[in-house]
């Protein structure tokens, strides 16, 4: 794949699959908007670190420095947001001319795709959107709420909340999205400029439609035709064939048909809430997402169980779950393909430990699939040879008896710290068995032969016999003769007991030491 030259000034290269932005790795295209497009890329680190992240760029043939200033400004607003249900924005790079917004990655689908699944069931089950919307909600209160570094309110207004900018997971995480239009007191330049109106029309306030002043009730009038369409399975303004200003009109001055009108049993409860935030009076909505939210989340608990996230997951997956399987299942085998690429220079990575450069996983070259299809099998057919080998080791170790020889059983260890040669030997501890019991063990009956399945590998005696001091004799635990053996070789009783010797009384019982098979008194 050829790509114009980093270097070459003034012209950015062309972002594709397979093109790399800096630690970034261009995976897939996975959305394509008016300004911007979103791709999946996998991001490198040190030492192997990867992982999945969406990179989004402005579209080539809209590079300005406008949309760059709406770069800025979308990655410097939405960084400071912390909350679970807005996607959280990692870093803004620039790289052979492109910029690139580096965001969490979301496994799943939008609310406008999720909807659009299923043609003849637009709708969904009420109080799973209703859900869906608390979240939403609770994700725009803490944009809303952000302040600056001083503690002065930003007041954030996002000013394109739809469907196509609230995405859930196939776990059942939901998340706001794409605050490349929002509007904040602090922006850096103004995003509006005259004549020209940001955002999708079809989910504006009236307010914003007409290009005044705008607060966050702007963003729950979005949330109202969200929830309308969610519900309904109709939009409540928008018409088929309608041109631009038709639907300005319509939005400014037309009558919304109530959601019982269009469906019959649609909540009575609900229909308020809805109703509310679709007022055109700013002064009527209510007047925090966190409220909208609150009153979304009562009336679900007051219906029945509380809508868990799996509840979420099984929706999302019933409705839209091949095309994210199979989304999926693309990027896994891109994921695949390039694991094994071989090391580029730009991978150089300087580690804050050692002033050295470190080499990290490639990202520029590539393998073919049947490649690694083989290095990957001839990893997994070592490993599993591996694993035999040292099972079978294991069970020769751990099952076969430990047979000695009386010569090595009776024979010198020599050993660092031993007596020379004619030394006297030092006493005999407590612990050591006495020269008696050295002729008994030698003079002890042989065992019984081996069954025929064959004689068990001898295994040569280790450290821990060899090691033993000179004056210690060691004794393996001989098992017990057969019964018609102990019986024949039993010496015959004599007519009197001799009485043990005060000194064998007091003696203390040796027993046998497992791990070495010697006798001790201790």
Wanted: glycine letters at 6%; charged letters at 20%; proline letters at 10%.
């Amino acid at each position: 794949m050829t790509h114009p030259p980093h270097d070459a000034p003034g012209r950015p290269i062309v972002v594709e699959n397979g093109t790399r932005l800096g630690p970034y790795e261009i995976l897939l295209c996975i959305a394509r908007g008016g300004m911007a497009s979103v791709w999946a890329a996998r991001q490198h680190g040190a030492r192997g670190f990867s992982r999945l992240v969406a990179l989004k760029t402005i579209l080539p043939e809209l590079s300005a420095p406008d949309l760059d200033g709406m770069f800025l400004d979308e990655a410097r607003v939405t960084a400071r947001i912390h909350h679970p249900n807005v996607c959280e924005v990692f870093e803004l790079i620039e790289h052979g001319g492109v910029l690139a917004l580096s965001m969490e990655w979301v496994d799943g689908d939008t609310l406008n795709n999720i909807l659009s699944a299923r043609p003849k069931e637009p709708a969904l089950d009420a109080r799973i959107a209703a859900q869906i919307l608390a979240h939403v909600a609770s994700g725009l209160h803490a944009a809303h709420e952000l302040r600056d570094e001083r503690g002065a309110p930003l007041q954030l207004v996002h000013r394109d909340v739809s469907p196509q900018n609230i995405l859930i997971s196939r776990t059942g995480h939901v998340k706001v999205t794409d605050f490349g239009v929002a509007k904040s007191l602090g922006a850096v330049r103004e995003a509006t400029a005259i004549g020209k109106i940001k955002g999708k029309l079809s989910y504006m306030s009236p307010e914003q439609a007409q290009g005044n002043v705008l607060d966050r009730r702007s963003d729950i009038f979005s949330l109202g035709v969200v929830l309308y369409l969610a519900t309904v399975g109709s939009h409540p303004f928008r018409r088929a064939g309608e041109s631009r200003h038709q639907q300005i009109a319509r939005l400014l001055s037309s009558r919304v048909k109530l959601p019982s009108e269009l469906v019959k049993g649609y909540p009575k409860e609900l229909e308020v809430i809805v109703m509310r935030a679709l007022s055109r009076n700013p002064g009527q909505r209510y007047g925090t997402a966190e409220e909208m939210a609150r009153r979304l989340q009562d009336w679900v608990i007051a219906t029945g169980p509380l809508v868990t996230e799996q509840q979420i997951a099984q929706m999302v997956l019933k409705r839209a779950g091949t095309a994210i399987l199979e989304r999926s299942e693309r990027i896994a085998n891109l994921l695949w393909t390039h694991l094994e690429a071989p090391p580029s220079a730009d991978d150089v990575v300087p580690s804050p430990a050692d002033p050295t450069l470190v080499p990290t996983t490639s990202r520029s070259g590539s393998v073919s699939p049947e490649r690694a299809r083989a290095r990957a099998t001839l990893r997994v057919v070592s490993t599993t040879l591996t694993a035999a080998a040292l099972g079978l080791a294991a069970s020769v170790v751990f099952s076969t008896p430990l047979e000695l020889s009386p010569a090595a059983l009776h024979a010198p260890a020599v050993f660092a710290g031993s007596p020379p040669p004619g030394a006297e030997p030092a006493p005999r501890p407590s612990w050591a068995p006495s020269a008696r019991d050295a002729q008994a063990a030698t003079s002890a009956p042989p065992l019984p032969a081996a069954p025929a399945a064959g004689p068990p590998a001898a295994i040569r005696p280790g450290p821990e016999v060899s090691a033993l001091p000179a004056h210690a004799t060691p004794r393996l635990a001989e098992p017990a003769p057969p019964r018609a053996a102990k019986a024949a070789t039993k010496p015959a009783a004599s007519t009197k007991a001799r009485k043990p010797s005060a000194a064998k009384r007091k003696r203390p019982t040796p027993r046998i030491d497992d791990s070495l098979g010697i006798k001790s008194g201790r």
